[in-house]
């Protein structure tokens, strides 16, 4: 069998077209930074019958809380002498839906492998470090090193997740969607303003009428590729991804007429490859889009806007545009 089978796709909607199909997902809970643990903790639950001497952790219950995406989460974790047994989800104000998937996987995969190496779940990083960050306290006072665990490997399919195009040697993966969720209008005009054939023709777009011949077309086994679809089709009719964790599908996977997935033709896919999209980091401006020195004070002359600058909560054109009439305004004296 061909090596592209174990290219992995990765499917998702595109919403518009800029450059070639692609869109912005639903909004989804901040990935902005590492979160770091609260180190509000309470009196370990314990009984004399509980300890047992000369074992890796002092056997117990221990309640620990971390800081999630809303607020607080609060979890309480059950050792053994030798491992950590139960993780249960006391309190958190997490969102609905967009939680369930590290509330339900993490402290699995934790279990599981006995290890804090575990992968935050995509679209949902706050609450799923904030469930990391609080059983690693929960660690440390059953007297166990959770900087130890951060380190025990994990198995490959617990690995697999946001980091999977990344493992392969080439790491392209696929954008697939139909004739229902491309952005593709009657007229062959994109969302984004683009001819859809215009695209084709530039090797930025793939189309074909079955499943089969667009494998075919991206050199990709066709029965390894229906499979897969098939597989996501399941997980947005059920909301459960058990191969990726996938914890968000969007609205736009339904149909028409209510069938969820992908699978009226024509059908659309391009190559992807990760990249960085932004970063938060960047020059300190005041109000009027004036750097800030060392000294605090605004430094005569020097103006920044868009993603050069630091501290934004926003990003991309909005930023650009806002921060940009800023600027102008302010070097202009209105």
Same mark, same amino acid.
């Given at each position: 069998?061909?090596?592209?089978?174990?290219?992995?796709?990765?499917?998702?909607?595109?919403?518009?077209?800029?450059?070639?199909?692609?869109?912005?997902?639903?909004?989804?809970?901040?990935?902005?930074?590492?979160?770091?643990?609260?180190?509000?903790?309470?009196?370990?639950?314990?009984?004399?019958? *509980?300890?047992?001497?000369?074992?890796?952790?002092?056997?117990?219950?221990?309640?620990?809380?971390?800081?999630?995406?809303? $607020?607080?989460?609060?979890?309480?974790?059950?050792?053994?002498?030798?491992?950590?047994?139960?993780?249960?989800?006391?309190?958190?104000?997490?969102?609905?839906?967009?939680?369930?998937?590290?509330?339900?996987?993490?402290?699995?995969?934790?279990?599981?492998?006995?290890?804090?190496?575990? *992968?935050?779940?995509? %679209?949902?990083?706050?609450?799923?470090?904030?469930?990391?960050?609080?059983?690693?306290?929960?660690?440390?006072?059953?007297?166990?090193?959770?900087?130890?665990?951060?380190?025990?490997?994990?198995?490959?399919?617990?690995?697999? $997740?946001?980091?999977?195009?990344?493992?392969?040697?080439?790491?392209?993966?696929?954008?697939?969607?139909?004739?229902?969720?491309?952005?593709?209008?009657? *007229? %062959?005009?994109?969302?984004?303003?683009?001819?859809?054939?215009?695209?084709?023709?530039?090797?930025?777009?793939?189309?074909?009428?079955?499943?089969?011949?667009?494998?075919?077309?991206?050199?990709?086994?066709?029965?390894?590729?229906?499979?897969?679809?098939?597989?996501?089709?399941?997980?947005?009719?059920?909301?459960?991804?058990?191969?990726?964790?996938?914890?968000?599908?969007?609205?736009?996977?339904?149909?028409?007429?209510?069938?969820?997935?992908?699978?009226?033709?024509?059908?659309?896919?391009?190559?992807?490859?990760?990249?960085?999209?932004?970063?938060?980091?960047?020059?300190?401006?005041?109000?009027?889009?004036?750097?800030?020195?060392?000294?605090?004070?605004?430094?005569?002359?020097?103006?920044?806007?868009?993603?050069?600058?630091? %501290?934004?909560?926003?990003?991309?054109?909005?930023?650009?545009?806002?921060?940009?009439?800023?600027?102008?305004?302010?070097?202009?004296?209105?």
């Amino acid at each position: 069998m061909k090596s592209v089978r174990k290219k992995i796709l990765l499917f998702g909607l595109t919403a518009m077209m800029s450059v070639s199909l692609a869109a912005c997902g639903p909004k989804e809970e901040s990935t902005g930074g590492t979160t770091t643990a609260g180190t509000d903790t309470t009196t370990a639950k314990e009984s004399e019958e *509980d300890v047992t001497a000369g074992g890796t952790y002092t056997a117990g219950t221990y309640t620990a809380t971390a800081k999630g995406n809303n $607020g607080d989460v609060t979890l309480e974790v059950t050792f053994d002498s030798d491992a950590i047994k139960s993780i249960e989800i006391k309190e958190h104000g997490e969102t609905p839906g967009i939680s369930d998937a590290p509330i339900a996987k993490i402290p699995e995969s934790i279990i599981a492998n006995q290890s804090l190496n575990i *992968d935050a779940i995509t %679209g949902a990083t706050n609450t799923s470090n904030a469930i990391l960050n609080a059983v690693a306290d929960a660690v440390n006072q059953a007297g166990g090193d959770a900087e130890a665990l951060k380190k025990v490997e994990v198995a490959a399919n617990e690995a697999a $997740g946001e980091n999977a195009a990344l493992a392969q040697t080439d790491g392209i993966f696929y954008m697939v969607c139909d004739k229902n969720n491309a952005g593709v209008g009657e *007229d %062959g005009i994109t969302y984004g303003g683009q001819n859809i054939q215009d695209l084709i023709d530039a090797g930025l777009v793939v189309k074909a009428d079955t499943l089969e011949e667009l494998a075919e077309l991206i050199d990709v086994d066709p029965a390894t590729f229906v499979e897969t679809i098939e597989k996501f089709n399941e997980a947005v009719k059920t909301g459960v991804d058990p191969e990726f964790n996938r914890a968000s599908f969007g609205g736009d996977f339904i149909n028409p007429d209510g069938n969820p997935g992908i699978f009226e033709p024509p059908f659309y896919t391009g190559p992807r490859t990760p990249s960085a999209h932004i970063t938060k980091g960047g020059l300190k401006v005041n109000t009027s889009a004036e750097v800030i020195g060392t000294d605090g004070n605004a430094i005569p002359g020097l103006y920044a806007a868009g993603e050069v600058t630091g %501290g934004r909560t926003v990003a991309g054109l909005l930023e650009a545009m806002t921060s940009g009439r800023t600027a102008g305004k302010t070097i202009m004296g209105k």
